[in-house]
């Protein structure tokens, strides 16, 4: 499946570059020294510097990583290119007759997507994450996957059921709304562990990063009217920077291109409140409706529009004066709002009619109304295509943005995200987007709370293309974190990571069109200070399959490391052992004995078949359940297991 997911070129095609590829003028599997090589018409030179201070580069600290690619002919900048490159301390891997594994057999192997087979740095790669409707978080990645049947990478673990998040514009942080706990959870999406956590008060559910990244702006749904409206959150200090009532009611938050205003709703008051983002402070309330349901900024109209669920009409708020300047009549019911990247189409849900409306902000009026799904509640919209996610079908709309503003409504087609609909998952849906673009493909990701998968639709085809179990979990949103290249200027391109190790680095890179494989080198020192940071204890599971029967004692050994020493960690009196049933069972306490040499075991029950998630605690390493990497067991009648354990 890595073929399917892969960011554009990065594909299966790729792999047919290590079969034909000629030298490159030194010895392939010797990483070069120089920082610059010339081949088939194009230079590349490549720099890795600290990001944001001089100096050497230094294992705990981030880089910046930059190849800048010009014609050697006219020595202009060559753009729109897709760069594949990793980065992993230059050692050997050997291969199955333990032949040492030169740096450009490493990469044609990276690009195989085999377990086990994974650079310390992968600059092509991206995450897909699920905001679980129990308290967690899971971490699929959709380049590799365990023999061919799971993808998950990590597991967040939330204090409370989370409801919406924002990402930082690096990709470094995510911000989740914890509307049980009062408070933004902060997850490091280095490493995909919580951490921090900001204590905002009341009942946090929207939250908006600013167009610049200087403020996160969170809906504060508390029932007190003197505390409902807005918190504001420095996404750097963590501190609280303001706090402004603005009415009764759920709040949806937009801003203005410049960050100069920002407008938040009041369901339960049918009012938008303005806020002057520089003072911090409400200016004024507009009367826009019964109920606002959805904002959203257009920028070919320099407008705010605003549905109301209640009277079915968009009110059009002039982005300078925010007075009321349009109207625009659809049917009571409408939902949630998007815009397509011009700003031209504007397209509203409709539950109660079982559609969607369309806008033409160049004249504000009704353009289409398209029928599609059965309680449609959730738009996406790429550069081809607006997705319709609806409650009560299993399927996916598809509504073509090239036909819009022509004389007849658009046709929509469909595709199957799941077998079951999602609105049997129950309450507890969430408010962040269960569809997201995949990155810079034309095609979307898709969760299933209902089924509990997540899906990768490729735009053309007739269903979707891959599926990455949740193992038991109820995904209710989706976002990727983006770990890619990006073009950050003509020919240069770019992207920050951290350095996970000291030692000398093989930094692989390559070009489909035209074929180009070369190795550079990069050296990264030694940094105590890193040295100190993490888990105090590394762990091993040993444990030789995943899949063990229900209902019968489960004895789970796993081994304890100093991270410093490397040494095994013996007389630890205070291990213990946490599991519970996916998605959200009660968790249990296994009891702990020591076997030596570091080794501890655990006694595990295990009654019902399913999921279950074990976690390992040391209070005297001051080490959490969660801090340690966790273990996923299935329970499964013996025959099963057996020939699953065969297989």
């Given at each position: 499946m890595y073929c399917l997911a892969v960011k554009r070129v990065l594909r299966c095609a790729a792999l047919g570059l290590f079969l034909a590829a000629p030298a490159l003028g030194q010895a392939p599997e010797q990483a070069s020294l120089s920082n610059r090589f010339v081949r088939e018409g194009l230079a590349v030179e490549f720099s890795a510097r600290p990001a944001g201070r001089g100096g050497e580069l230094r294992e705990g600290d981030y880089a910046e990583i930059t190849f800048g690619i010009t014609d050697t002919s006219?020595?202009?900048?060559?753009?729109?290119?897709?760069?594949g490159a990793w980065m992993d301390v230059g050692q050997t891997v050997a291969a199955r007759d333990n032949v040492p594994l030169d740096c450009r057999q490493k990469m044609s192997l990276y690009l195989s997507g085999r377990v086990g087979i994974r650079p310390m740095i992968d600059l092509n790669s991206y995450y897909v994450l699920a905001l679980n409707q129990d308290s967690s978080i899971s971490v699929v990645d959709p380049m590799v996957g365990m023999a061919g049947k799971t993808y998950l990478y990590a597991h967040i673990a939330l204090p409370r059921p989370g409801a919406d998040w924002a990402k930082s514009a690096d990709d470094k942080r995510l911000f989740v709304t914890i509307p049980r706990a009062s408070q933004l959870a902060v997850v490091d999406a280095e490493n995909f562990k919580v951490a921090g956590k900001v204590d905002v008060g009341g009942v946090p559910m929207r939250i908006v990063m600013q167009n610049d990244g200087r403020y996160l702006w969170v809906g504060n749904d508390s029932k007190e009217a003197a505390q409902s409206g807005v918190v504001v959150v420095d996404p750097v200090s963590l501190a609280v920077a303001g706090r402004i009532p603005t009415g009764r009611g759920h709040h949806?938050?937009?801003?203005?291109?410049?960050?100069?205003?920002?407008?938040?709703?009041?369901?339960?008051?049918?009012t938008v409140s303005v806020i002057d983002v520089h003072r911090m402070?409400?200016?004024?309330?507009?009367?826009?409706?019964?109920?606002?349901?959805?904002?959203?900024?257009?920028?070919?109209?320099?407008?705010?529009?605003v549905a109301d669920g209640k009277t079915g009409e968009i009110a059009v708020l002039d982005g300078r004066s925010h007075e009321v300047m349009a109207r625009i009549k659809a049917k009571p019911g409408l939902g949630p709002m998007r815009f397509?990247?011009?700003?031209?189409?504007?397209?509203?849900?409709?539950?109660?009619?079982?559609?969607?409306?369309?806008?033409?902000?160049?004249?504000?009026?009704?353009a289409h109304t398209v029928s599609v799904g059965k309680r449609p509640y959730q738009l996406t919209i790429t550069r081809a295509f607006a997705y319709v996610r609806s409650l009560d079908s299993e399927k996916v709309g598809m509504i073509p943005l090239s036909e819009l503003g022509r004389d007849r409504a658009p046709a929509v087609t469909e595709f199957a995200a799941g077998t079951e609909r999602p609105g049997l998952a129950g309450p507890g849906m969430a408010v962040a987007a269960p569809m997201?673009?995949?990155l810079e493909e034309a095609a979307v990701m898709v969760a299933n709370p209902a089924d509990g998968n997540v899906y990768f639709y490729m735009e053309g085809m007739v269903a979707p293309m891959a599926t990455f179990r949740n193992y038991g979990h109820r995904p209710v949103g989706l976002e990727v974190i983006n770990r890619?290249?990006?073009?950050?200027?003509?020919?240069?391109?770019?992207?920050?990571?951290?350095?996970?190790?000291?030692?000398?680095?093989?930094v692989g890179f390559m070009l489909q069109s035209p074929r180009v494989i070369h190795c550079f080198a990069a050296e990264v020192a030694s940094n105590p200070a890193a040295k100190r940071a993490g888990p105090a204890l590394e762990i091993e599971h040993l444990i030789k399959s995943r899949r063990v029967?229900?209902?019968?004692?489960?004895?789970?050994?796993?081994?304890?490391?100093?991270?410093?020493?490397?040494?095994?960690?013996?007389?630890?009196?205070?291990?213990?052992?946490?599991?519970?049933?996916?998605?959200?069972?009660?968790?249990?306490?296994?009891?702990?004995?020591?076997?030596?040499?570091?080794?501890?075991?655990?006694?595990?029950?295990?009654?019902?078949?399913?999921a279950y998630y074990v976690h390992v605690a040391v209070p005297s390493a001051k080490l959490r359940f969660g801090d340690l990497t966790f273990l996923s067991l299935i329970a499964q009648p013996r025959s099963e297991s057996g020939r699953s354990a065969r297989r």
């Amino acid at each position: 499946m890595y073929c399917l997911a892969v960011k554009r070129v990065l594909r299966c095609a790729a792999l047919g570059l290590f079969l034909a590829a000629p030298a490159l003028g030194q010895a392939p599997e010797q990483a070069s020294l120089s920082n610059r090589f010339v081949r088939e018409g194009l230079a590349v030179e490549f720099s890795a510097r600290p990001a944001g201070r001089g100096g050497e580069l230094r294992e705990g600290d981030y880089a910046e990583i930059t190849f800048g690619i010009t014609d050697t002919s006219t020595g202009k900048p060559v753009r729109s290119l897709a760069p594949g490159a990793w980065m992993d301390v230059g050692q050997t891997v050997a291969a199955r007759d333990n032949v040492p594994l030169d740096c450009r057999q490493k990469m044609s192997l990276y690009l195989s997507g085999r377990v086990g087979i994974r650079p310390m740095i992968d600059l092509n790669s991206y995450y897909v994450l699920a905001l679980n409707q129990d308290s967690s978080i899971s971490v699929v990645d959709p380049m590799v996957g365990m023999a061919g049947k799971t993808y998950l990478y990590a597991h967040i673990a939330l204090p409370r059921p989370g409801a919406d998040w924002a990402k930082s514009a690096d990709d470094k942080r995510l911000f989740v709304t914890i509307p049980r706990a009062s408070q933004l959870a902060v997850v490091d999406a280095e490493n995909f562990k919580v951490a921090g956590k900001v204590d905002v008060g009341g009942v946090p559910m929207r939250i908006v990063m600013q167009n610049d990244g200087r403020y996160l702006w969170v809906g504060n749904d508390s029932k007190e009217a003197a505390q409902s409206g807005v918190v504001v959150v420095d996404p750097v200090s963590l501190a609280v920077a303001g706090r402004i009532p603005t009415g009764r009611g759920h709040h949806e938050i937009a801003l203005s291109p410049d960050d100069r205003w920002a407008l938040a709703t009041n369901r339960e008051d049918g009012t938008v409140s303005v806020i002057d983002v520089h003072r911090m402070e409400k200016v004024k309330d507009v009367k826009t409706g019964l109920q606002p349901i959805s904002i959203v900024y257009a920028r070919l109209s320099r407008a705010f529009y605003v549905a109301d669920g209640k009277t079915g009409e968009i009110a059009v708020l002039d982005g300078r004066s925010h007075e009321v300047m349009a109207r625009i009549k659809a049917k009571p019911g409408l939902g949630p709002m998007r815009f397509t990247e011009d700003g031209r189409w504007g397209l509203v849900t409709n539950s109660l009619e079982n559609a969607v409306h369309i806008i033409d902000t160049a004249s504000n009026r009704l353009a289409h109304t398209v029928s599609v799904g059965k309680r449609p509640y959730q738009l996406t919209i790429t550069r081809a295509f607006a997705y319709v996610r609806s409650l009560d079908s299993e399927k996916v709309g598809m509504i073509p943005l090239s036909e819009l503003g022509r004389d007849r409504a658009p046709a929509v087609t469909e595709f199957a995200a799941g077998t079951e609909r999602p609105g049997l998952a129950g309450p507890g849906m969430a408010v962040a987007a269960p569809m997201v673009s995949a990155l810079e493909e034309a095609a979307v990701m898709v969760a299933n709370p209902a089924d509990g998968n997540v899906y990768f639709y490729m735009e053309g085809m007739v269903a979707p293309m891959a599926t990455f179990r949740n193992y038991g979990h109820r995904p209710v949103g989706l976002e990727v974190i983006n770990r890619s290249l990006k073009e950050t200027e003509p020919g240069l391109y770019k992207t920050t990571v951290r350095l996970p190790a000291a030692g000398k680095y093989d930094v692989g890179f390559m070009l489909q069109s035209p074929r180009v494989i070369h190795c550079f080198a990069a050296e990264v020192a030694s940094n105590p200070a890193a040295k100190r940071a993490g888990p105090a204890l590394e762990i091993e599971h040993l444990i030789k399959s995943r899949r063990v029967p229900v209902g019968e004692p489960v004895k789970l050994a796993f081994k304890l490391t100093d991270a410093q020493t490397q040494k095994p960690r013996t007389g630890l009196s205070d291990v213990r052992v946490g599991y519970h049933m996916a998605p959200a069972g009660q968790r249990k306490e296994a009891l702990v004995r020591e076997l030596g040499e570091g080794v501890y075991e655990a006694a595990l029950s295990l009654p019902e078949a399913g999921a279950y998630y074990v976690h390992v605690a040391v209070p005297s390493a001051k080490l959490r359940f969660g801090d340690l990497t966790f273990l996923s067991l299935i329970a499964q009648p013996r025959s099963e297991s057996g020939r699953s354990a065969r297989r």
